[in-house]
């Protein structure tokens, strides 16, 4: 190579490896609608939270009783501990990513650059219609937890109040989903951690007539059950709970620091489901038996129903469940607010790319995509249908389109994420370009997409056999794996589509730079993760769970 071949490919190095600047933008892969530009107004607290917030609602606090009665406490904590599992290689991946290409859209983006544009658009449109359907199930929610001090209000007015709510959150943009997410969030894991106290508290025999529980609700009725039918349906609802940490992928193109504050949440994300997802459900399982009839009305929206409710009234304490009601109210808000972020956020980013209708593309000044927000908050009015008689039976086959979903995402995000190193290795380029690295690399996207690929496989069997003697019913089967077929209709229309009937998109043709932020080879990026000694270690045991 010639004095000057060598200069011109330092010089072009040199300008790929500039730091990140608050409102500069990077050409990216794809573009054919260019709209206005999204603002970078997310600091580090904000990506902290959204990596937790997201996923703490109703999944967690309902749902969570119709896997422990269906799988029994050794299956709902090994099921979600898989999912938390799976989860911790996808948000490495998804960060090495993020950091490395913060551009709108973030995983379906990946997907579309990195492993094939119809499974790309498979994923935007299956993420985007998830989302879509998840805030008209959130405001019914919120509404029926209402019910539970107020049984003579209609939903519909709940459902007409946080609608309200959720559109004046819009008018300050993702600021204001931002701010709205950090104290909802503060309120859910303080919650969290109330719950693990007082649970020791009440298994103790400190609380209540029960006395001393210990582990007893372990040996009768046991810590499994229904064998690996309930232990399959567990994963489902374990998926449908977890739903929404990827969120923090998806705001890097709006943090305002994504080299430092994507690792450091993504890094906190196994940390935080330990403590706030696996204690608690360890903490229910032990004073609430999984035979405990009432528990086949935990799912949905039934708040009454929470198997944290019915523990704390078990346990004898009159003010607590309103309390711990209100918690849920708050959690499900939470939830709803994010399912603005997600589906407008992922519909913009389709629409640049000419794969979702054109006037979704538009970002007003304010940096909000204004009109994929009203097709979202148009969604929310579908809550009014969980008012009719059968209304609530339409929301379990919207759903339906929900839980599976995530196992679908996930997978792609680790997928993208493995071709990605294999591109990157392909072209010659050196590992020390990339700003943060996942620590087991390929290998830990490899497991994280083996775990997906077992929940899809687990879920399927359990949707034809849910319990032992069942045998394949259509309507049930469907009901929990409708999100399959629609996946595979969308990939196929859009191959016959763009009549592009290629399997990948091959190694060398993958574009690497466009939009790219990397390090210089020589370049020792030091303010990513901090310098671990004794002295920061209690400062960081605190990051790490809050």
Not at 122 to 147: H, N, Q, R
Request: charged share 15%; aromatic share 14%; net charge neutral.
């Amino acid at each position: 190579m010639s004095d000057t071949t060598e200069k011109q490919a330092k010089d072009e190095a040199a300008v790929n490896s500039q730091p990140y600047r608050s409102g500069s933008q990077d050409e990216e892969v794809g573009i054919v609608n260019k709209s206005g530009q999204l603002h970078t107004d997310l600091k580090g607290r904000h990506m902290q939270m959204i990596a937790i917030g997201g996923a703490i609602g109703a999944g967690l606090f309902i749902g969570s009783g119709s896997a422990l009665y269906k799988g029994g406490p050794a299956a709902l904590i090994i099921g979600y501990f898989i999912v938390g599992i799976m989860l911790l290689f996808t948000m490495q991946a998804l960060a090495e990513l993020a950091v490395l290409y913060p551009v709108n859209g973030a995983f379906y983006t990946y997907v579309v650059r990195f492993v094939d544009p119809s499974w790309g658009f498979a994923m935007g449109w299956d993420y985007a219609i998830a989302w879509l359907t998840v805030l008209p199930f959130e405001l019914i929610a919120a509404g029926i937890t209402i019910e539970f001090w107020r049984p003579d209000l209609n939903v519909a007015i709940w459902v007409t109040v946080f609608l309200v709510i959720l559109t004046l959150i819009q008018i300050f943009g993702v600021r204001g989903y931002g701010e709205v997410e950090f104290v909802l969030s503060m309120i859910k894991i303080a919650a969290c951690t109330g719950f693990i106290i007082l649970g020791i508290v009440i298994n103790c025999g400190g609380v209540g007539n029960k006395g001393y529980i210990g582990g007893k609700y372990w040996y009768e009725p046991g810590a499994f059950k229904n064998g690996f039918n309930g232990f399959a349906g567990v994963f489902v609802v374990a998926a449908f709970a977890f739903g929404g940490t990827e969120l923090v992928g998806l705001a890097a193109a709006e943090s305002s620091n994504p080299r430092r504050a994507i690792p450091m949440a993504s890094k906190q994300v196994f940390f935080r489901i330990a403590f706030f997802y696996i204690i608690n459900l360890l903490i229910l399982g032990l004073i609430l038996p999984s035979d405990d009839s009432r528990l086949k009305n935990s799912s949905g929206a039934n708040s009454s129903y929470s198997p944290f409710v019915l523990a704390i009234q078990d346990a004898g304490i009159a003010v607590l469940p309103s309390i711990f009601n209100a918690v849920i109210t708050i959690s499900v808000i939470s939830v709803a607010n994010s399912c603005t972020f997600g589906s407008t956020r992922t519909m913009q980013a389709m629409a640049e790319r000419g794969m979702a209708p054109k006037i979704l593309a538009y970002v007003d000044k304010a940096g909000r995509p204004i009109w994929c927000v009203i097709v979202q908050l148009a969604f929310g009015l579908l809550g009014y249908i969980g008012v009719a008689a059968n209304g609530l039976d339409v929301f379990t086959w919207l759903l339906s389109l929900s839980g599976l979903s995530y196992f679908f995402v996930w997978g792609s995000c680790c997928l993208a994420h493995i071709r990605f190193r294999m591109a990157w290795k392909a072209q010659g380029r050196d590992l020390k370009e990339i700003p943060y690295r996942t620590p087991l690399g390929i290998l830990g996207s490899a497991i994280g997409l083996f775990l997906n690929v077992v929940c899809l496989i687990a879920t399927f069997y359990n949707a034809l056999y849910p319990s032992p003697d069942a045998t394949p019913d259509a309507a049930d089967f469907f009901e929990q794996y409708l999100a399959a077929p629609i996946v595979i209709v969308l990939y196929l229309g859009w191959k016959v589509y763009s009549g592009d009937w290629q399997m990948w998109v091959k190694l060398n043709d993958i574009d690497l730079l466009a939009g790219a932020r990397p390090l210089e080879v020589d370049d020792q990026d030091d303010e990513i993760m901090e310098e671990k000694t004794w002295k920061n270690l209690p400062m960081r045991t605190v990051r790490a769970l809050f």
